[in-house]
């Protein structure tokens, strides 16, 4: 009913920047927090930075002066800036959401496929 779509991962030097989109799409009656999670290989999936309908932001500790996500609620998007990167940043970088669907009117928490960053000389 509802998809994330995230676009944007690829390889990318050290000190190097990239920016993830994730676009919601599907039978949306409203969006709650969205959020960018990563999973390092081998290790559990975290959150990187999450942010409210009205804007209100969260950050990892270890990417907090580096990454900076923002939202458009017009077109259903988040976006990650990415800057500074380094090789313990790579990961796959899911996109989440919770959206009530206009089709039932129920909650659901809703994850994207996951666009992998790499950062490697």
């Known amino acids: ?17 990239l920016r993830l989109s994730c676009a ?11 959020a960018w999670y990563g999973q390092a290989q081998g290790k559990q999936r975290e959150l ?11 950050y990892a500790n270890n990417v907090k002066g580096r990454f900076t996500i923002s939202r458009d609620n017009t077109k259903n998007k988040i976006y990650l800036q990415m800057n500074s990167l380094k090789p313990e940043d790579t990961a796959v970088y899911y996109c989440n959401a919770g959206v009530v669907s ?20």
């Open 1 to 17: 009913q509802v998809q994330l779509v995230e676009s944007g991962g690829g390889l990318v030097q050290p000190g190097g920047s």
């Open 24 to 34: 919601a799409a599907g039978r949306i009656y409203s969006i709650d927090e969205m």
């Open 48 to 58: 990187v930075a999450a942010i409210t309908n009205v804007g209100i932001t969260t």
């Open 102 to 121: 206009s089709s039932d009117y129920r909650y659901a928490e809703v994850w994207g496929q996951g666009t992998l960053v790499t950062v490697s000389a």
